[in-house]
């Protein structure tokens, strides 16, 4: 074997000879002796002597192999034919492991997979909110996922009251001396909001509001020429803006599995309406109607507010309630009363709490209904006139209550259109009232 090798490296060594010497004799000829032609030719020589030369060196390639091979082949014809035996058993267990490995992998792979899925717990996904059950929540709570949105808004209110008023007194218990004269208020206001929103992320959202109020009132008493079948009118209207506002919303907690959306709020109002201190007030003829030469449309005094609201969803129906407290800011007047003469002092209108809550149900993709109640109770606003005390004014506790009604409809992919209608429940509330509102949402 030995003896092989050696001759395998002496046939290679000499047949490498050749490329030296004649490279060695192509470098010793001066190139500037010959002409193209004579150079090509020499090339053409060249490549038919490399291709002699490596077809020599391959056929004694392969006949050394050839002999390397059955050399080996004789040395180990012993064991050669033992291993040439087993060879189709052990191809045919490998064969058969190969066939189980898949079936064994899917089997551990399916068990594993059942492990695991029994290991965790069952969650239930919550739906994506439709788009009527977005509009929803942003009109009866928050809604953080819109960075901005321009709601312009339109409201038609109507409030009627009657009163009975006695001047005179009552002889033994029973018999009434004096005048009875009936007064009725009959009131329309018109009110057109801007409100703009800006959500700054997930936590905090910003609102602006901006009314202008329309307002006409009808002011009637029995009495005209001492007759109780006619009546003494008279109507006052006017229109200018009403009280701008501003307020934060701070989202504490992000709706959950077991848990509400909670959202806290602050808002503060700006006297920047008409003020109802200081207007003029006239009678009529015969001396039994008194009323306003002018409409107030806003408190005149700063107030501040703070609640907050939750909501939950139970797809396709929402549940919020909404708390909230309220104060106004006292505030000093050069005429309180309005009649002759000037009455200056300070004026003081008291606080209030009112809540709500409500059900809303989206019935499409684009629709919901919803009903809600809200009330409010106001504490007696109080007056001091200029070197006095603090005096308590009758009749200004009022309780107003609500019960409306109202759907939603997304017109657009990013505008909506929202209807409401309310009908008063106490005295001191609205009789009805409409509201229109069409939020565009970017």
């Known amino acids: 074997m030995d003896f092989s090798w050696t001759k395998v490296a002496l046939l290679v060594s000499i047949s490498c000879m050749p490329f030296s010497s004649f490279g060695a004799d192509a470098a010793q000829k001066p190139k500037a002796t010959m002409t193209e032609a004579e150079e090509l030719q020499l090339l053409k020589k060249q490549l038919i002597l490399l291709n002699q030369q490596l077809q020599m060196q391959q056929r004694a390639i392969n006949q050394m192999a050839q002999k390397v091979l059955s050399k080996e082949a004789q040395l180990k014809q012993g064991t050669a034919v033992t291993t040439v035996a087993k060879q189709p058993q052990a191809s045919q267990s490998q064969q058969q492991s190969i066939e189980r490995a898949p079936q064994q992998s899917t089997k551990i792979a399916s068990s594993n997979a059942s492990a695991q899925t029994a290991a965790k717990p069952s969650v239930k996904k919550e739906p994506e909110r439709s788009r009527s059950t977005e509009d929803v929540l942003q009109e009866a709570h928050n809604v953080f996922d819109r960075k901005l949105t321009i709601e312009p808004s339109l409201t038609y209110s109507y409030y009627g009251r009657k009163d009975l008023v006695l001047r005179g007194f009552l002889a033994l218990d029973a018999i009434f001396l004096g005048n009875l004269n009936l007064d009725r208020i009959r009131s329309n206001t018109v009110q057109l909001d801007l409100t703009t929103r800006y959500t700054l992320n997930d936590s905090w959202q910003f ?84 009323y306003p030469d002018q409409i107030a449309t806003g408190a005149g005094v ?40 000037l009455s200056p002092g300070e004026i003081d209108l008291g606080d209030y709490i009112d809540y709500s809550l409500g059900l809303a149900f989206a019935v499409s993709e684009r629709m919901s209904i919803g009903m809600s109640f809200n009330q409010r109770f106001f504490t007696k606003t109080r007056q001091k006139p200029l070197g006095g005390q603090w005096q308590d004014i009758a009749r200004t506790d009022t309780n107003t209550a609500n019960l409306g009604l109202g759907a939603t409809l997304a017109l657009t992919e990013n505008f909506s259109m929202v209807t409401s209608i309310g009908a008063g429940l106490t005295e001191d509330s609205p009789d009805y009232q409409i509201s229109l509102r069409f939020p565009y949402r970017f």
């Open 207 to 290: 609102e602006m509001a901006m009314p202008f109020v329309y307002r006409m009132n009808k002011y009637e008493s029995v009495g005209e020429g001492n007759s109780s079948q006619l009546y003494e009118s008279a109507d006052v209207e006017g229109a200018q803006i009403g009280d701008m506002s501003v307020a934060a919303y701070y989202r504490i907690m992000t709706e959950g599995d077991g848990w509400p959306d909670w959202v806290w709020n602050v808002r503060v109002r700006m006297p920047t309406g008409e003020d109802p201190f200081g207007i003029n007030l006239e009678s009529s003829e015969s001396g039994n109607l008194t």
């Open 302 to 341: 700063w107030g501040i507010s703070t609640g907050f609201s939750l909501a939950k969803t139970y797809d396709p129906a929402i549940v919020f309630f909404n708390l909230n407290y309220g104060t106004f800011l006292s505030e000093e007047y050069g005429d309180l009363s309005g009649l002759p003469g």
